[in-house]
């Protein structure tokens, strides 16, 4: 490969031009031509094919759907026209904005993969002149498939993965983002038009700021909190199965484990079952004669900081294990010298926690505290399936108290509000804090140093 | 001499106890969920700890109960699953190992990629995967398919992790004897790599099993119970068992105590691939 790059930079687009025969030449318009004539037929037909197909489909649809881009669709609401060739009123329906937006990106983005194409054919031909002009050999058809297997196995193994992520991942992403620039939501929900920053005015400084802001501020608390509480946690937990003297230890660990193992879906539902306001954990603290009401843990009748609480010492009770299952892995690989001179100079076991193990652990995990902090400001499953964001919070629009940002954005889209711009706007939000706390941290770990 | 190992011996049974006490906390609610699914019970919801009077309906309730199919349900995820687990682990496994093995130009470019493109929320894309799926016309089970393989790209990071303490003087040896790359992959990659294909074929299969979301919003508007996953089922069955439908409760339970059985056992056999993948993660950040 190495090689292929000095050879290929000997020559430049504009001497192939200049210099090439008839069939070079034609090949900056008739992709794959010059391949075919040196029997390359599996890249001469591959190519050649995808051009024909591309103008094809261009014509016949691609600028038709690009088009369709300037304005998402000309009529924007249902109305009733005359009708001149029937010479009746028909009602007239709006044009479907969503899926002339979907198809408009996809359209794009087919034409930037042909324009990838091209450059392949671009820079293929370059190379072929350059080894007909150094009378070297020219790869048979045969060669080019078997390179296809070595030297360029990366290109074959990668082609259907990178289809897949560019279909279900990047086209989406890219969908949603342009979502945000719209005013799609209740009121415009087929016909819509773009309407540039509008919708992030209403999030940060309109109608919906007074509930952004504070749910942000939930979600980094929670973050904080239910990211240290599991980690501080998990490390004692472990230490604590760790510890000398101790015997079963793996069957100790999977106690634990098995909270965490159990689908979230079942564990978590059947939790707001547990704690509900005539669940079985308020019947039995009063059987116990604890309290004399039951208490409101996690309904709309909840007091927020109550069920804020409750949530984070649920999460506690899934993410502890985890949390436990690494620092364990950690824990038995830690360098026990530096323990054992602690211990040697009269250290207690609580300095040498606060001293040696804990920091060591602390520097060991901090890229995985970083990933699970990010991991819980999209902590969907805890939030929607214990508490649905209750209680109902007035002052907010479309959120509950305990709602995170996600669970927001989820209401905002599938909920009674059908605010798709906004929730667009706040999936980007979300994605500039993660990416912020993420570009901090990996800049702090080594992998980054090293590049 | 003797107080020292009986204040040892006090330090040790206090830990046991702590650890007891601990335990039974964590643990006390899953058996409050297997006691429940045998409650006799229609009231919608349980409110004790000890259920007043046992019974097997539940089970017999919820495997024969034509107005939530689970035995379809079942069958539903465990074809998605297979399939799914499949065509998965053969795309993370392929990407993982190129993205860690093999040198190219888009290499470094695809990694950057792949990280920004992990920190948008998933839910982002849900709208617009339920209209790509609607205008292929796949809003069924192999809709559901194809939404979790195309997200198996990017899911190289654990296997990518394996594949990089591998060392390259393997590779070497064998290119040196002759083999090309896609001989070094199927005859010296894969084989070594057998711990990680199972662990990846495992996570894959385990994920139709308890995902509620994507599922319910690919499955929904069939309206047909018949075509759903297991997970959505469940989860669509508790929303409607809350309100009208509260004799239905119970099984429900039961149908979560049948699926979670299997599930948190493949989980807690998997746990040591988990751990080593998350802290070789750790060292390489």
Request: net charge positive; hydrophobic share 50%; charged share 10%.
């Amino acid at each position: 490969m190495f090689k292929k790059k000095h050879a290929t930079s000997a020559v430049t687009l504009k001497e192939t031009w200049k210099d090439g025969d008839a069939v070079t030449k034609l090949t900056f318009f008739i992709m794959g031509l010059n391949a075919l004539r040196h029997r390359q037929w599996l890249k001469g037909f591959s190519l050649l094919f995808a051009e024909i197909i591309f103008l094809i489909w261009f014509f016949l649809s691609g600028i038709h759907s690009i088009a369709g881009l300037s304005n998402l669709g000309a009529i924007k609401s249902k109305r009733v026209v005359f009708d001149k060739a029937q010479g009746v009123y028909i009602t007239q329906q709006p044009d479907n904005s969503v899926l002339i937006l979907l198809f408009g990106i996809l359209a794009l983005f087919i034409v930037a993969g042909f324009i990838y194409l091209y450059i392949v054919n671009l820079r293929s031909n370059k190379h072929t002149f350059l080894l007909e002009k150094r009378h070297e050999h020219i790869p048979t058809n045969h060669e080019e498939i078997a390179s296809l297997f070595d030297q360029r196995l990366h290109a074959t193994l990668m082609t259907i993965p990178i289809v897949l992520i560019i279909l279900f991942t990047v086209l989406p992403t890219v969908f949603m983002i342009s979502m945000a620039f719209t005013n799609y939501d209740r009121q415009h929900s087929v016909g819509f038009s773009w309407t540039g920053f509008q919708a992030f005015g209403n999030v940060l400084s309109g109608d919906l700021a007074g509930t952004f802001f504070p749910v942000l501020g939930w979600t980094l608390i929670w973050a904080v909190a239910a990211t240290a509480t599991t980690f501080f946690f998990g490390v004692l937990l472990a230490l604590l199965i760790e510890s000398k003297g101790i015997k079963h230890k793996n069957v100790w660990r999977t106690i634990f484990i098995i909270v965490y193992a159990v689908p979230q879906f079942v564990s978590l539902l059947m939790m707001a079952q547990f704690l509900d306001y005539q669940g079985p954990l308020n019947t039995l603290l009063m059987n116990w004669g604890w309290i004399s009401h039951p208490i409101h843990f996690i309904d709309n009748q909840a007091s927020p900081l109550i069920a804020r609480i409750t949530v984070i010492v649920v999460n506690m009770w899934i993410g502890i294990p985890v949390s436990m299952l690494t620092s364990t892995a950690i824990i038995q690989n830690l360098p026990q010298d530096q323990i054992e001179a602690a211990r040697i100079d009269g250290a207690s076991p609580v300095q040498i926690f606060n001293h040696i193990t804990f920091p060591q652990i602390l520097f060991v995990m901090s890229p995985a505290l970083i990933q699970q902090f990010i991991g819980n400001i999209n902590n969907f499953n805890v939030i929607y399936l214990l508490t649905g964001g209750a209680p109902m919070n007035n002052n907010y629009n479309g959120a509950g108290s305990t709602d995170l940002l996600v669970t927001w954005l989820y209401n905002l889209t599938f909920g009674q509000e059908q605010r798709y711009n906004a929730s667009a706007v706040l999936g980007i939000l979300i994605f500039i804090i993660s990416a912020t706390f993420s570009l901090i941290a990996y800049r702090h770990t080594n992998a980054y140093k090293e590049g | 001499m003797k107080s020292y190992s009986n204040q040892r011996r006090f330090a040790l049974i206090f830990r046991y106890v702590l650890l007891a006490i601990l335990a039974v906390l964590w643990i006390f609610p899953i058996i409050w969920i297997i006691l429940a699914s045998f409650s006799y019970n229609n009231t919608g919801f349980v409110s004790t700890i000890w259920p007043e009077k046992f019974t097997w309906q539940n089970y017999v309730g919820i495997l024969t109960s034509s107005q939530y199919p689970f035995v379809n349900w079942v069958l539903n995820t465990l074809f998605v699953a297979v399939i799914s687990a499949t065509l998965s682990t053969f795309v993370t496994i392929a990407v993982a190992y190129v993205l860690s093995r093999l040198r190219f130009r888009f290499r470094k470019p695809f990694l950057q990629i792949a990280l920004v493109l992990g920190m948008f929320p998933g839910f982002m894309s849900m709208i617009a995967l339920y209209y790509i799926l609607k205008a292929l016309n796949m809003l069924n089970l192999g809709g559901l398919i194809l939404v979790y393989v195309g997200g198996a790209g990017l899911g190289f990071y654990i296997a990518k992790g394996f594949f990089d303490t591998m060392p390259r003087a393997i590779d070497e040896a064998a290119e040196i004897d002759g083999a090309n790359k896609w001989q070094v992959f199927v005859h010296i990659g894969l084989p070594l790599s057998k711990p990680m294909i199972v662990y990846t074929a495992l996570t894959s299969f385990m994920a139709p099993w308890v995902d509620f979301i994507f599922s319910g919003i690919i499955l929904s508007t069939s309206g047909n119970p018949k075509t759903y996953t297991v997970a959505y089922g469940l989860y669509n069955m508790v929303h409607s068992a809350k309100g009208t439908m509260a004799q239905f409760f119970t099984q429900f339970i039961a149908g979560c105590v049948i699926i979670a059985i299997p599930i948190t056992i493949l989980f807690i056999v998997m746990q040591k691939f988990y751990v080593n993948g998350i802290t070789a993660g750790a060292d390489k950040g």
